[in-house]
């Protein structure tokens, strides 16, 4: 079986390497991505199962690197997983809105966050 | 003759009176009244100046005193001659500002005083109370010698003479309820009387002197040998009796009502000016030779002040003593028609109309039965006064002599005198004055003149007379202040104009005019400048188009058109234009009174018509409302204004707490992410850890140090917040000691001294030596910052930081200077502000609020903090405080 891979694109060093250390164990392949402007172009580059997204990156927000991959064929269906800091609803709406597979609040459980990639990449 | 044909006679005289009277009052109402406003007619209305007493008394005078009489008729012939002078500011004056009375036209000037209005109508009325005795007692005498039984039914005579003289001035003196408009009738009425008495004195002068006397020569050898001819001048009388008849003729009212109130035209006074000397000539040509013809041919009791009757009826010549009873007849009804009508309008006026108004809520509201009362008070004061009239004819028991009486009437009027002058010549002249001046006068010629004329032992008794009031000689009612001998005559005119006028004189300059007083005062002493040219009320030059034009602007076409209409169909004329009559004109006025207020609307309609110069009154009263308006105006302007700003104030405060929600919304929305990212890898690490799952010791102490790091971080980012809440507040409390630069900075850079974030630091140690009076802690945390920044951000190989003290336009400065790349200029903008972190704030480790803690922590010290943008590397400038002196 290929090897699962996801692509976190995240700013916070902690917390990349929290998401790291729970889903490799899992056996999942995780590729990681600090910059916003930049990440559309990762996506593309890595080819990546599963997608997970900070909403607060720094130059470009996550909300606008959503929109760019749900416009584009072959970024279109890949599942994306968005995380954020921010908990108010409109910001759930908003992702929601643009195309996100699912919406999660930090801090989540690691078992939560595990259940989701694997729901979302079944 | 019969005394039945007599009273015949008499009957149809006044029945003729009356045709002649409504006549032309018919005439004037049908605007055919142009002969009837001819200077011969207003010449010959001046004819009332000769009353009763000048047409049977001046030969009783003559009788008594000789050539004295003539003073009566030399007074108002100076005044007429001198009419340039007084008479034709009186007229322009009573035109201009149209005046209905002597009493109106003193208390217009005296700043519309009602009290000035109140004192000369009281006047007006005690001094022509006698004066109406004198002429009922005239008439009642000149009856008595047609009568069968003389001596008997006077008063019942004198009544029935009193009620049909009120009737009369009842019927044409108030028939026009325009209390400004003329009385054609009555006018024409005295003219014809005027006709009357001056052919009756001149047909017995020529009986006497032609026929009795057998012509002029022989006429001067009678007088010479009679007793006339031995009288000689007094000269203090004569002056005396000069100054009074002026006096008189122009404060009188009857004279003033036929004068100024019916004069038509101003040019009238200057052919009155030589006809009425004319006029007075022709009735004192014969005077004396029916005097001494009179004492010569009568017995020696018969009365003097009857010879103009008697001596005809001596010798038989019934058709002319009926002349001359008709003379007598006319003299005594027109004075007291016209004086009726005269005081009865002042007393209306200044009496009974203010206080009518007084009595109704809301004053002065002209409404339609304002008129009705105006009207009434009018009649009912005719009444009153003629009553009054045959009540002291009753009481002073047709005692003394007829020009006695006169004269004390005149005395009595010509208190007016002071204040009238005052009136129309002296600006500075008062309302206290004049009220001063009248009372003082009136006061003094009561007690020295009226009040005696009833005799000693009358009301005054004869003790008094002797001795003075109380028994105090000074005030003996005809030797005041001790001046005795003089006559009683000269010395009541004396003193009471004397203190009249001194009274005046010194009141007027002890007080101020109030602003209408000032402003009337103007307008009367330079009548002349304010009023070029005062053209007489010309109705039917006014054109009901212009009218209509002008209404319609003001009622609205379509009202303006209805009250034309109507007004057309009233006067039985076809079309929408109405004759343009005074009653219509006042009817327009009420309207537009409705609309535009009195003032304007009586201005807009003389403008039109032209009938009458827009008085300064009216100028002032437009103004007032104008002014009212534009107050109103500007007040609403005021508010529309104030109203506006507070728009603008409530949109910018709603702009500012829209504002102050959006950043409200994103600072918690950061205060979130900040909170929630340490928390995120705390609780990752801590369940890893709690699983225990198989890693190794070093990965274990690992997430143990991220989790005590990130709570390290949480618990900072409290700290902040906390901090600049409470900076933001204004509720922290500084610590402010004396303290040296050098050493915060010390403890500053001992507090950043971290290994990972090493930077080098370079100072220059003897300028950071100032002494310092502020919280040192504050001023360390803002260093700690600025430093730990410059640490954090610094990307230079060798990071170094060089901190500069120096002055800067007389404030020490704190300059923190690295060798990086800067500071973006776009975070430059924003860096201050609370969360406004660099591009990259993994490597900040704070929460963003740093700079906002420093910069309000600056501010609170008194300082600042600056960014420097055009140096190499990041540069922040910390501005001290201002150097205070350090608390002893």
Redesign the interface.
Same mark, same amino acid.
């Given at each position: 079986m290929e090897e699962r891979k996801v692509l976190l694109i995240e700013d916070e060093p902690n917390i990349i390497e929290a998401i790291r250390f729970i889903l490799s164990r899992d056996g999942w392949r995780v590729d990681t991505h600090s910059d916003g402007k930049s990440a559309v172009e990762a996506v593309r580059e890595r080819a990546p199962d599963l997608i997970i997204l900070d909403v607060m990156l720094p130059n470009r927000s996550g909300y606008d690197i959503l929109n760019d991959l749900r416009g584009a064929e072959e970024t279109h269906d890949v599942p994306v997983l968005m995380l954020t800091a921010r908990g108010q609803t409109k910001d759930r709406e908003l992702a929601e809105r643009l195309g996100a597979s699912r919406f999660m609040t930090k801090p989540f459980s690691n078992r939560e966050i595990l259940e989701t990639v694997r729901e979302l990449v079944g | 003759m019969s005394f039945d044909l007599l009273a015949l006679v008499c009957a149809s005289y006044v029945i003729g009176l009356f045709a002649i009277a409504f006549w032309a009052d018919k005439r004037a109402e049908a605007g055919q009244s142009s002969w009837l406003n001819s200077p011969l007619i207003y010449t010959l209305s001046l004819s009332i100046y000769c009353t009763a007493w000048t047409f049977y008394g001046a030969v009783g005078y003559a009788a008594r005193s000789g050539m004295e009489f003539v003073t009566i008729y030399l007074g108002p012939t100076l005044v007429m001659v001198g009419w340039w002078l007084l008479l034709r500011r009186l007229v322009r004056i009573g035109r201009t500002q149209r005046i209905t009375s002597i009493a109106d036209l003193i208390s217009s000037r005296y700043g519309k005083s009602n009290l000035i209005g109140v004192l000369v109508t009281l006047l007006a009325v005690v001094g022509t109370m006698p004066y109406i005795a004198l002429q009922l007692q005239s008439v009642t005498l000149s009856f008595d010698v047609f009568s069968a039984n003389p001596g008997e039914g006077l008063n019942q005579t004198a009544f029935v003479v009193a009620a049909g003289l009120a009737a009369f001035t009842i019927l044409f003196g108030t028939r026009n309820l325009d209390m400004n408009a003329r009385h054609h009738g009555v006018v024409i009425a005295i003219a014809v009387e005027a006709v009357v008495k001056l052919v009756a004195l001149l047909a017995v002068g020529i009986f006497v002197v032609f026929i009795l006397a057998g012509g002029p020569g022989s006429m001067m050898d009678v007088i010479s040998a009679s007793p006339i001819a031995e009288q000689s001048i007094r000269p203090e009388r004569w002056t005396v009796l000069i100054a009074l008849s002026a006096m008189a003729f122009i404060c009188l009212p009857r004279m003033f009502q036929v004068m100024v109130v019916e004069n038509y035209d101003e040019r009238h006074l200057a052919t009155a000016s030589w006809a009425f000397p004319l006029y007075l000539f022709l009735m004192s040509l014969f005077v004396v030779p029916i005097a001494a013809i009179g004492l010569n041919v009568l017995p020696d009791e018969a009365n003097p002040d009857l010879f103009v009757l008697t001596v005809p009826l001596e010798f038989d010549r019934d058709a002319l003593a009926l002349l001359a009873f008709l003379g007598g007849f006319s003299s005594a009804t027109s004075m007291v028609i016209v004086a009726a009508i005269a005081v009865s309008t002042m007393v209306s006026n200044h009496v009974v109309m203010p206080i009518w108004l007084s009595q109704r809520q809301g004053g002065a509201t002209v409404s339609g039965d304002v008129r009705s009362v105006v009207t009434l008070s009018r009649r009912l004061s005719i009444a009153g006064l003629l009553a009054l009239g045959y009540l002291y004819y009753v009481f002073s028991g047709g005692g003394g002599a007829l020009a006695a009486i006169g004269l004390i009437a005149f005395t009595g009027m010509a208190q007016v005198m002071p204040a009238l002058v005052g009136a129309i010549f002296w600006r500075g002249a008062t309302r206290y004055g004049a009220a001063a001046g009248i009372t003082v006068g009136f006061t003094v010629w009561l007690w020295s003149s009226f009040l005696p004329s009833f005799g000693a032992g009358g009301i005054i008794s004869a003790d008094v007379f002797e001795n003075g009031p109380f028994g105090i000689g000074m005030l003996r009612p005809q030797a005041l202040f001790g001046i005795d001998g003089l006559d009683p005559l000269v010395h009541a005119v004396f003193w009471s104009l004397l203190l009249n006028t001194f009274a005046f004189c010194l009141v007027s300059l002890l007080t101020l005019p109030t602003p209408l007083e000032r402003l009337q005062g103007a307008t009367f002493v330079n009548v002349f400048r304010y009023s070029e040219n005062a053209p007489g009320w010309t109705g039917g030059a006014a054109e009901a188009e212009d009218l209509l034009m002008m209404s319609q602007r003001i009622l609205g076409g379509r009202e303006a058109q209805d009250l034309f209409i109507s007004e057309a169909q009233s006067q039985g004329k076809e079309g929408y234009l109405p004759d343009v009559t005074p009653a219509f004109l006042e009817r327009l006025e009420r309207e537009m009174a409705g609309s535009v207020g009195g003032a304007t609307a009586h201005a807009m309609l003389m403008q039109i018509t032209g009938g009458e110069a827009v008085s300064v009154e009216d100028l002032i009263k437009v103004a007032d409302e104008a002014q009212q308006i534009l107050e109103y105006s500007s007040q609403l302007e005021a508010k529309s204004a104030e109203l506006g700003r507070t728009a603008d104030q409530l949109q910018q405060a709603n702009e500012k707490l829209v504002a102050l929600s959006v950043q409200k919304d994103g600072f918690l929305?950061q205060i979130?992410?900040?909170?929630?990212?340490?928390?995120?890898? =705390?609780?990752?690490?801590s369940? =890893?850890l709690m699983?225990g799952?198989n890693m190794s010791s070093g990965e274990r102490q690992r997430y143990s140090q =991220?989790i005590h790091?990130?709570a390290i971080r949480l618990t900072r980012l409290l700290d902040d917040l906390l901090d600049l809440s409470v900076l933001e507040n204004g509720q922290v409390t500084l610590n402010e000691r004396s303290e040296m630069l050098d050493a915060i900075l010390d403890r500053a850079i001992a507090a950043t001294a971290t290994p990972e974030q090493y930077i080098e630091i370079q100072r220059e140690p003897p300028m950071e030596a100032v002494p310092l009076f502020t919280d040192g802690d504050r001023l360390a945390q803002v260093f700690i910052n600025l430093i730990s920044n410059a640490g954090k951000y610094c990307d230079a190989e060798e990071p170094k930081l060089q901190i500069e003290v120096h002055m800067l336009d007389g404030r020490r400065v704190v300059d923190f200077i690295d060798n990086g790349t800067g500071v973006p200029p776009d975070v430059q903008k924003v860096m201050f502000e609370k969360f406004a972190r660099g591009?990259?704030?993994?490597a900040a480790g704070g929460a963003g609020l740093g700079l906002a803690i420093c910069r309000e922590v600056m501010k609170r010290l008194g300082g600042d903090v600056i960014y420097l943008p055009d140096r190499e590397g990041s540069a922040f400038r910390v501005v001290l405080p201002e150097a205070r002196q350090a608390a002893a």
């Open positions: - | 929305s979130s992410h900040e909170l929630r990212t340490p928390m995120t890898s =705390i609780r990752s690490f369940e =890893i699983q799952e =991220i790091d990130e591009t990259d704030h993994r």
